[in-house]
């Protein structure tokens, strides 16, 4: 069974309070967000699915930065601008999702 899927690349800033928590504390944090933006992010395969969103490199607790890279795979395709605006009313005070595209298709 294929079903098409779109990656989104998103870049954030990780600030104030937010630098206290871990890379783990982080993932859990942007998947609840993903799921309170209700947002048709795709899962993984297997006995226990979870979303398809990874992060580019894991920052050292107590580590502030403004400029990290993640990724998120979707069901759908949704316009950038709807999805950044749905992930900033989610997001809590000193993680901020500066923004979010498309990912271009490798030929």
């Known amino acids: 069974m294929s079903t098409q899927s779109f990656k989104y690349i998103f870049r954030f800033s990780k600030k104030d309070d937010m630098i206290y928590i871990s890379h783990l504390d982080l993932m859990r944090l942007l998947t609840r967000a993903m799921r309170r933006a209700d947002l048709p992010v795709c899962l993984t395969q297997g006995f226990n699915p979870r979303l398809k969103i990874s992060l580019k490199r894991a920052l050292k607790l107590g580590v502030a930065s403004d400029d990290e890279e993640g990724e998120i795979v979707l069901a759908q395709k949704l316009e950038d601008s709807e999805l950044?605006?749905?992930?900033?009313?989610?997001?809590?005070?000193?993680?901020?999702?500066?923004?979010?595209?498309?990912a271009e298709e490798k030929k």
């Open 84 to 102: 950044l605006g749905r992930l900033r009313a989610v997001m809590p005070k000193g993680i901020e999702i500066q923004r979010i595209n498309l």
